[in-house]
């Protein structure tokens, strides 16, 4: 893959994400508008189905942002910078992205991907776990999709700027970063 197609790609790769970083940016509102969170055992076991459907939605838009960032985006970034990314283990690329500064913490993106991993595998007889680990996802999605905008300022250097026209809610994490991304 040439520079051109490489570059084309990441800005594919950007704005499929954003999409994604959107709807996660809608959970997080609504779940904190709805009082969802933090959750203590009593009021998970007390929630409707409507709002464990509401919940249901977070984790997997959460899980589904942390993989597109992982995969693609950082793959993506790899090639644009010529890096091996190919022959890379997830964790190489997590600590590539942050010596190239698209990351700010290796260490805490991998926190939040070894998070989402133990989250997709519920055993009943660790409840407390899955508690504090859907406490815990619903405390950091906020920081998750600081993370992606920060990437997409990162990706300013290939001439690319992200458009949040078709993404109201990541536009609300952009209005007190104004130097990250704005609408476009």
Same mark, same amino acid.
């Given at each position: 893959?040439?520079?051109?197609?490489?570059?084309?790609?990441?800005?594919?790769?950007?704005?499929?994400?954003?999409?994604?970083?959107?709807?996660?940016?809608?959970?997080?509102?609504?779940?904190?508008?709805?009082?969802?969170?933090?959750?203590?055992?009593?009021?998970?076991?007390?929630?409707?189905?409507?709002?464990?459907?509401?919940?249901?939605?977070? $984790?997997?838009?959460?899980?589904?942002?942390?993989?597109? $960032?992982?995969?693609?985006?950082?793959?993506?970034?790899?090639?644009?910078?010529?890096?091996?990314?190919?022959?890379?283990?997830?964790?190489?690329?997590?600590?590539?992205?942050?010596?190239?500064?698209?990351?700010?913490?290796?260490?805490?993106?991998?926190?939040?991907?070894?998070?989402?991993?133990?989250?997709?595998?519920?055993?009943?007889?660790?409840?407390?776990?899955?508690?504090?680990?859907?406490?815990?996802?619903?405390?950091?999605?906020?920081?998750?999709?600081?993370?992606?905008?920060? $990437?997409?300022?990162?990706?300013?250097?290939?001439?690319?700027?992200?458009?949040?026209?078709?993404?109201?809610?990541?536009?609300?994490?952009?209005?007190?970063?104004?130097?990250?991304?704005?609408?476009?």
């Amino acid at each position: 893959m040439d520079a051109n197609d490489s570059a084309e790609a990441l800005k594919s790769q950007l704005d499929v994400t954003a999409g994604v970083a959107d709807r996660l940016a809608y959970s997080i509102t609504r779940a904190n508008k709805m009082g969802l969170v933090p959750l203590s055992m009593d009021k998970l076991a007390a929630l409707s189905d409507d709002e464990m459907e509401i919940l249901d939605a977070y $984790i997997f838009r959460y899980g589904s942002l942390v993989s597109q $960032i992982q995969g693609a985006i950082f793959k993506s970034i790899g090639e644009v910078e010529q890096e091996p990314v190919s022959s890379m283990s997830n964790r190489d690329k997590t600590n590539l992205m942050e010596r190239l500064g698209a990351l700010p913490s290796a260490e805490a993106f991998s926190y939040l991907t070894v998070v989402r991993n133990k989250l997709m595998h519920d055993y009943p007889e660790e409840m407390q776990k899955h508690l504090d680990r859907l406490n815990f996802i619903t405390s950091e999605s906020p920081r998750l999709v600081e993370i992606f905008l920060g $990437i997409a300022k990162y990706a300013e250097k290939f001439d690319f700027r992200l458009s949040l026209k078709d993404c109201a809610h990541l536009s609300g994490f952009c209005e007190s970063k104004q130097d990250v991304t704005a609408p476009g």
